[in-house]
């Protein structure tokens, strides 16, 4: 029997291997960037949005982080803001739960931690970097910042939207609290509302009594920040000699935790964070993340919703890569009624983060899953399988399977199970 003639081996670099055996594996996304881990179909995972949208690979940089409780999307977060500090990245954090702390010491500072009638305070009314004679398309004035500010926060207090009467004495009200200070205060802005002026009344061709009695709800409700249960947080100046200049800015709120006003707590915080890091916006700030961990608490009032997707669509005029940390895929639908503003302001929330980081998630979530993310079904049945660290990346058009890998220094500030095992 005649012997086949042996066809010869074919030689091809790794840059066209891809053409010679199609559809196996992704490309990657080349080598700028943080090593994140291991792609589980070949070679190492290298990340960074700021590559990525300069690139064009992504249209903005922003992220939102699935996973279930224990499943590694903490450990994550905190270790890819750990290694993007080689590239002289800044992070500033709002921590609602505490869990920052061990990260903040590896860096070297102490987190900013507010308390009801505590030492420190944060003015959400500060300026930014407009107030400073600088102009940045699309992110408006000063003033109007503020005000889209106070009309979330006082939509969220009352559960419903602002009548037109209320947001016009809302309005009057920060206009005569910005002429009597060069920086309004939330207190200023409350007694404004409780002690119209004449001036404020004459420029909406009403009486004192009358304008009184149209912001006198909205009045009593942000009172709470300035007397109430919430005070002693957001209810003045800003405390002086907070340093900002550091690598971490970790704001912590774990003393409202359980708070039912933790959303509006949350919306301040950011509101402060993000004045004051337009203010280093072509001063050297470089790039910064920005992460919302327990996002949902936000996006479940209206108002405060309203605003957080305004300031996400900010990030490229800042230099602003904004992380949302959320537990399951349904928590964007479970803020609101189906058909609510809510659930609308929360999906276009995702749809101005074109990276999608989603661990583990229960089988109940691969209907909604495959919805939001636009999952195939084989990745949509991989969900619930994945391991502890094991995430499904979806980054721009692509799409990759990672293991996320902690060195022995990282996870010392990454455990937040200690609780849990034995010492």
């Known amino acids: 029997m005649a012997r086949r003639p042996r066809v010869p081996a074919h030689q091809v670099t790794t840059r066209n291997l891809g053409a010679a055996y199609p559809f196996l594996a992704e490309a990657g996304l080349g080598q700028r960037g943080v090593v994140i881990g291991d792609d589980l179909l070949g070679g190492t995972f290298v990340f960074d949005p700021f590559e990525l949208y300069a690139q064009n690979v992504v249209s903005n940089p922003n992220m939102v982080v699935f996973g279930q409780i224990g499943r590694g999307k903490s450990a994550f977060v905190k270790t890819f803001l750990w290694r993007q500090a080689v590239f002289g990245r800044r992070a500033w954090v709002v921590d609602p739960k505490g869990e920052y702390a061990d990260l903040a010491a590896a860096w ?3 987190p900013v931690a507010l308390r009801p009638g505590g ?6 009314l500060d300026p ?4 400073e004679g600088a102009v940045i398309d699309g992110l408006g004035s000063t003033a109007r910042r503020q005000m889209e500010l106070l009309a979330s926060l006082a939509c969220a207090c009352l559960g ?5 009467r209320e947001r016009a004495a809302l309005g009057a009200a920060l206009s005569a609290a910005a002429a009597r200070v060069a920086v309004p205060t939330v207190p200023a802005v409350v007694e404004a509302l409780l002690v119209p002026s004449a001036d404020a009344a004459a420029s909406l061709r009403t009486g004192a009594a009358d304008l009184l009695e149209d912001g006198r709800d909205v009045a009593l409700e942000l009172r709470r920040l300035v007397h109430g249960d919430l005070c002693g947080m957001f209810d003045g100046p800003t405390t002086p000699g907070l340093d900002l200049s550091a690598p971490l800015v970790v704001l912590d709120l774990s003393a409202l935790y359980t708070s039912s006003a933790l959303g509006i707590l949350m919306a301040c915080a950011t509101a402060w964070l993000q004045a004051a890091l337009s203010r280093t ?3 050297g700030g470089g790039q910064v993340f920005v992460v919302v961990d327990e996002a949902w608490a936000i996006l479940s009032n209206l108002g405060v919703a309203r605003w957080l997707q305004s300031s996400w669509k900010m990030s490229r005029a800042l230099g602003v890569a904004n992380v949302a940390v959320v537990h399951r895929v349904s928590d964007l639908h479970s803020v609101g009624a189906s058909d609510s503003e809510q659930v609308a302001l929360a999906q276009g929330l995702l749809a101005d983060s074109e990276t999608r980081v989603v661990y583990a998630q229960s089988p109940g979530e691969l209907q909604v899953a495959s919805a939001l993310l636009s999952l195939s079904s084989t990745e949509a049945e991989l969900l ?3 391991r502890r660290g094991t995430a499904l990346w979806k980054v721009g058009q692509g799409s990759f399977l990672v293991q ?3 060195s022995p220094m990282e996870q ?9 095992a034995a010492r």
């Not at 030492?119 to 959400?124: E, F, M, S, T, Y």
């Not at 010392?412 to 199970?417: A, C, H, P, Q």
């Open 128 to 131: 930014g970097r407009e107030h």
């Open 384 to 386: 619930p399988q994945l």
């Open 160 to 164: 419903r939207g602002l009548l037109p």
């Open 404 to 406: 996320h890998r902690v």
């Open 108 to 110: 070297g500072v102490r």
């Open 412 to 420: 010392l500030m990454v455990n937040t199970d200690a609780a849990m």
């Open 119 to 124: 030492a420190i305070r944060l003015n959400p």
């Open 281 to 283: 916006v072509g001063r």
